[in-house]
């Protein structure tokens, strides 16, 4: 993993730019199936963290981890232990073991400001089809008296849900979880249908192996004084021992005369995962200690399973993980390349992030433990998802939805480059809301630089049917879109970057040269 510094690379024509063949290049190697989909724990993915700081040497960027381009983030692998034990017990006293993702899979932990959710659990199992969604259905539950019981709901989504029926069965599912859990039940089971099944296919890799910044955990509290019930989520699927027999036809409420009895242990292995940290450095002696940030995450979900269509079984598949990020990861390459022609005034510092896909953890590492002055750093871009979906469109998130328009000017500072280039982006705007219902704002790293009020611009070209799935892949991307949006980042990247004072609010400002002094 140690890489040494190599010499400068050799200055280009200023004229060259950013262009979707080298793109294409890198992508169709660092998608490939060689990779095997970058999950953060993995060989892999320490077998992509190299390859980024091999480019960076090559290209003759200065290291700036904490090992020369590698900042070591401490890691805990967290895995279900085989003294893990879930069953269900019928009317004659049979008991039947549920099987860990297959059938279901407890929540180990709801974020680091939520109580604990209870590790063991028992109780007559209740169901109580698909609600409660009103008051009134919520009331009428209290007749089946559910404290200490496992009650079961069902999450019925259309296989075709459309973005907004997906939205509406999440918001359902927390006024469920807040209703049921005024009743005091044991253990709250969700069952999903259509969309949010294959929701819960992609996502279950990320759920079996579960990665988490090393400390203390939620996972090792001990199970006493105030806890959550409980909570466990699973595919719907008739024949489940934790679903009428007549479902899907029968859906009323009703105790199913069986018992559910569960004990979950988790085993924690520490390991060292590694944020890829360089930097062009300035040129100018008065602001050359200070940044503009790019950021991108180099991990992707591993291996996942996809449905075999031949003989419609679960199959082991690499998920590549093209766009997201291997089209960011890329794409600031090419961004490092041109600022080691150009140099601005004020440093660049690359941050390729590991485990985002796990919780922003290198993201969340590297701004608490980061290797350059956290105040120094004037701007963050972040680019997670920019080669997909209508070949003109980006959108820009950031300078509606950051609290007290932190990022309010550098957002006009990118607009302004965009209106100067020879063919515009179209600015999709939609969801720099801070009442965005998909909370886009919150979901990638340039969320943790933010926090720190570090103005940010999150660039990305959105969802697609591909997301988190197998079939993203290198084929996929529009090359041609991904240079000019790598192009913007770049231009705007150079204009904050040349600029004598920073693209803030006059309110962070003030708060940053209080900090200071």
Do not use: C
């Amino acid at each position: 993993m140690v890489v040494q510094q190599g010499a400068p690379a050799p200055r280009r024509d200023p004229g060259y730019s950013i262009n979707a063949a080298e793109l294409r290049r890198d992508l169709f190697i660092f998608a490939d199936d060689s990779f095997r989909g970058r999950e953060t724990g993995t060989p892999e993915a320490l077998h992509a963290a190299a390859f980024l700081a091999r480019r960076v040497q090559q290209l003759g960027l200065e290291p700036a981890g904490d090992s020369l381009y590698m900042q070591r983030v401490p890691l805990v692998r967290e895995r279900f232990a085989r003294t893990t034990q879930l069953s269900v017990t019928s009317g004659n006293g049979r008991a039947q073991s549920l099987r860990l993702g297959a059938d279901v899979i407890p929540a180990i932990s709801l974020g680091p400001d939520s109580p604990p959710v209870s590790r063991n659990a028992e109780g007559e199992i209740v169901f109580v089809g698909n609600g409660p969604s009103t008051d009134n259905e919520a009331a009428s539950l209290t007749a089946l008296n559910l404290e200490g019981k496992v009650v079961v709901t069902v999450v019925d989504v259309p296989a075709k849900a459309t973005a907004d029926q997906k939205r509406a069965a999440d918001e359902a599912m927390t006024y469920r979880t807040v209703r049921l859990m005024a009743l005091h039940p044991s253990a709250i089971v969700y069952l999903m249908t259509g969309a949010k099944e294959d929701d819960y296919q992609r996502e279950l890799p990320t759920l079996l192996r579960n990665v988490v910044l090393d400390g203390p955990s939620a996972a090792e509290a001990p199970d006493t004084g105030q806890h959550l019930p409980m909570l466990l989520i699973g595919p719907a699927r008739h024949g489940s021992p934790l679903l009428p027999v007549r479902w899907p036809n029968d859906v009323r409420a009703q105790s199913l005369g069986r018992q559910f009895s569960g004990h979950v242990e988790i085993d924690r292995v520490p390991f060292t995962g590694y944020n890829v940290v360089a930097v062009v450095r300035g040129l100018d002696p008065r602001l050359n200690k200070t940044y503009l940030a790019y950021g991108a995450h180099y991990d992707h979900l591993g291996i996942v399973p996809s449905m075999s269509s031949a003989r419609r079984r679960m199959v082991d598949t690499i998920a590549n993980g093209a766009d997201d990020d291997g089209s960011g990861s890329v794409a600031l390459l090419a961004i490092a390349q041109q600022m080691m022609i150009y140099r601005p005034r004020r440093s660049v510092l690359f941050v390729w992030h590991v485990g985002e896909e796990k919780g922003l953890l290198g993201s969340t590492y590297f701004t608490s433990h980061p290797t350059v002055p956290i105040d120094s750093i004037v701007t963050e871009f972040n680019a997670d998802m920019i080669g997909r979906n209508d070949s003109n469109t980006v959108a820009l998130i950031g300078p509606r939805a950051a609290p007290n328009y932190l990022s309010w000017r550098v957002g006009m500072v990118v607009d302004s480059v965009n209106r100067a280039m020879p063919t515009p982006l179209h600015i999709d705007r939609t969801q720099d809301d801070p009442d965005d219902p998909e909370r886009i704002y919150q979901r990638s790293d340039h969320y943790n630089y933010a926090k720190k009020n570090i103005p940010v611009i999150f660039f990305t070209t959105g969802m697609h049917e591909d997301y988190h799935r197998v079939t993203d892949e290198a084929s996929k991307i529009d090359y041609d879109k991904m240079a000019r949006i790598s192009r913007l980042m770049l231009d705007a990247g150079l204009v904050v970057a040349n600029r004598s004072t920073r693209p803030t609010s006059e309110a962070v400002t003030q708060s940053i040269s209080s900090r200071q002094h």
